[in-house]
């Protein structure tokens, strides 16, 4: 009999006996590979998490006692435990999405899928729980041991040590990985812990604390203490980091044991002051073709063969952005030996590991730990080599204050390489890169660059490069390169002139793969008789001194990007324009200034208005209705259009 549709919420755990607790998890992990196989999405992580997870909702009263995790990418397990068992449109409009999201669920409380705040978030919570009154409830903050390499997990931990009365349970998930193997010193702190010489360690130091924490604790204690795990002592020193915070540690017990997890979990519940229990894990767990994908077993999937693992559907042709940056970086690194890569946690995902392999000694992946990133590079360029920092434009705002305060302050030369940059789709509003341009283009000093298809990412990485004292930034989409669209003309100061023909009614500036939807734009307008010139000025920031002079000689500008209207492209082209005594009329069309959920990229773009048919009414609309002459020949006449808004939102 199967047992997973039986349940409809955590409390229905209650009754289970703990073979039938095994047997359900056997069942989840059937459920996510066939099911995440049909839709694609992140299903290492979550095929590690099912005992603990179980654990979890069988010890603790969630939503009672709030559940946050970390990043949230393993909280499939969590939302099927929760009554939501319908994945068949996972990551899709209507359908679950790929992360905790509070309308869904009262079991969901951290919706951001940025790493290493879950403790932060913990912190509040429990603070605000004795505060108001309800100290007997638990706080479960769940963080892998990849977000323990971002700063914020330490100024948690930090305060967090301050104030030892409340129920605060942090539970590591510790399986070695973030995306791919964790890096850095605490990677090599968590393994030593791993290791079996630890573990009897460990049993011979823990006797003493477990005595103090009494019986129930002893009980414990010599209920696992023969079998392959330990507890912490804070006489080892294995463990000293976390017992020198003053932090009660619990571990490392093996994530995939059920009645030891449900025991440890048991004893932190009961303690009454923070405590961490350490949870060894195998990411990809019960899933042969996980275990053997050693670049990151399965993190995250498209859809799969569910009995080989293998990608299905008709294999693409296509080039990958990524994969035009990943070459040509490698070529620029040939011809500059001062060229430095650096990567937060993403080496692969970002393209650098071709860099890597040619050049070993010349990339640092700093962990998840973007702000570092930012002011390291800053010192790189300092000592005299030139750092090109790839990251996804969504976490670049995680490093705001460095690029203002280390790199552009200092007219350090650093290049930004943002990929999946705009609206990305199906994982939602923190990962959609739609905040770069508006958040980077106040920087002083700072040129952006929006290439439009794969040559004009090759030239503007080199360009980019040699800019020694300032940040740049080259910013691409998800997915596949645009089509190869050539200039008619290239002007004196780079911007490119894509089209132009009838008269000089309307200047279209696309930026950067959307000069591909202007152009459609400006076919339609010409068949209702309207002149358009399409240009594309590669670097969006500073404004070029061509653009202020081709919007002088149009009647009205539209600039189309996929980033926030609000503050993005199209603003600084209109507050140009004004200090230069330009009074050309500017509509700046993008995305809406709101959190956008998940949904296919072309879905997000008709929502937001941006469709060739929708912007080419919307500009007759417009033009119409503010009277703009528009010229055809000798004459000027207005051309009849069924009504259509005249706001191009």
């Known amino acids: 009999m199967s047992l997973l549709p039986s349940i409809s919420g955590p409390r229905d755990l209650d009754g289970l006996t703990i073979e039938e607790l095994e047997q359900l998890a056997a069942e989840i992990r059937e459920f996510l590979v066939e099911n995440v196989a049909r ?9 590690g998490v099912v005992e603990l997870t179980i654990a979890l909702h069988r010890v603790f009263d969630s939503p009672s006692d709030p559940f946050v995790f970390d990043t949230g990418h393993q909280s499939y397990v969590h939302k099927l435990l929760t009554g939501r068992q319908d994945f068949s449109n996972l990551r899709s409009r209507g359908g679950l999405a790929g992360y905790p999201q509070r309308s869904e669920s009262p079991h969901d409380v951290v919706e951001s899928s940025h790493a290493s705040s879950s403790l932060s978030w913990a912190d509040g919570i429990s603070r605000a729980l004795i505060r108001t009154g309800r100290k007997d409830r638990h706080v479960v903050a769940v963080v892998g041991d990849g977000s323990l390499t971002g700063g914020m997990t330490w100024e948690a931990l930090n305060n967090i040590s301050d104030d030892n009365d409340r129920n605060l349970v942090i539970v590591v998930n510790d399986n070695g990985r973030s995306y791919a193997p964790t890096i850095g010193g605490m990677a090599r702190y968590l393994n030593r812990v791993r290791t079996a010489d630890s573990y009897r360690t460990l049993h011979r130091g823990s006797d003493d604390l477990f005595r103090r924490l009494g019986p129930a604790a002893r009980a414990v204690y010599r209920g696992i203490r023969g079998g392959t795990h330990g507890f912490l002592s804070r006489f080892t020193n294995n463990v000293a980091l976390y017992s020198n915070l ?3 540690y619990l571990g490392p017990v093996d994530g995939h044991d059920l009645p030891t997890l449900i025991e440890t979990l048991e004893l932190a519940k009961e303690y009454g002051a923070p405590v961490i229990v350490h949870a060894i894990t195998e990411k990809g767990r019960g899933y042969q073709p996980a275990l053997d994908d050693e670049a990151d077993q ?77 002011a390291s590079a800053a010192g790189l360029a300092f000592g005299g080599l030139h750092p090109v920092l790839a ?13 203002l305060m280390d790199v552009a302050l200092h007219r350090a030369g650093v290049t930004f390489v943002l990929d999946r940059a705009g609206v990305t789709g199906p994982d939602g509003p923190s990962h959609h890169g739609i905040w770069d341009l508006a958040m980077l283009q106040i920087v002083p000093h700072i040129r952006i660059a929006v290439p439009r298809d794969g040559t004009r990412l090759r030239e503007q990485l080199r360009e980019a490069v040699a800019v020694t004292d300032a940040p740049t930034v080259i910013r691409f989409p998800k997915g596949s390169v645009s089509d190869e669209l050539p200039a008619i003309e290239r002007l004196p100061d780079g911007v490119e002139v894509l089209s132009r023909a009838g008269a000089q009614d309307v200047l279209i500036v696309g930026i950067g793969s959307m000069a ?10 010409r068949a209702q008789g309207i002149g358009a010139t399409v240009i594309d000025p590669r670097w969006v920031i500073p404004v070029q001194t061509s653009v202020v002079e081709l919007a002088a000689a149009h009647r009205l500008v539209i600039t189309i990007e996929d980033g926030i209207r609000v503050g993005g492209i199209g603003t600084r082209v209109r507050q140009v324009l004004r200090e230069a005594g330009v009074d050309t009329a500017v509509d700046e069309l993008g995305v809406p200034d709101e959190f956008i959920d998940h949904a296919t990229r072309e879905q997000i773009l008709e929502d937001a208005g941006l469709t060739p048919a929708k912007i080419a009414q919307d500009i007759v609309a417009q033009v119409l209705g503010t009277r703009i002459p528009i ?19």
Do not use: C
Not at 325 to 354: K, N, Q, S, W, Y
Not at 391 to 403: C, E, K, L
Not at 633 to 649: K, L, N, V, Y
């Open 516 to 525: 591909h939807l202007a152009m459609d734009v400006a076919e339609r307008l």
């Open 391 to 403: 990251i996804y434009a969504t976490f670049m705002n995680r490093a705001f204050d460095q690029v």
């Open 246 to 248: 003053d932090i009660k």
């Open 39 to 47: 839709t694609g999405g992140h299903l290492g992580p979550n095929l």
């Open 298 to 374: 399965f993190h995250a999937v498209g859809k799969i063969d569910p009995a080989t693992g293998k990608t299905v559907g008709t294999a693409s042709s296509a080039v990958a952005w990524t994969d035009v940056f990943a070459d040509e970086l490698v070529a620029v690194g040939e011809d500059r030996e001062d060229v430095i890569a650096m990567t937060a946690a993403m080496l692969r995902p970002t393209g650098l590991l071709p860099f890597a392999q040619r050049f070993p000694d010349r990339v640092y992946d700093v962990g998840i730990a973007e702000q570092h990133a930012v």
């Open 631 to 649: 010229a055809r020949g000798a004459q000027t006449t207005e051309i009849p259009i069924e009504h259509a808004s005249s706001d191009p939102r």
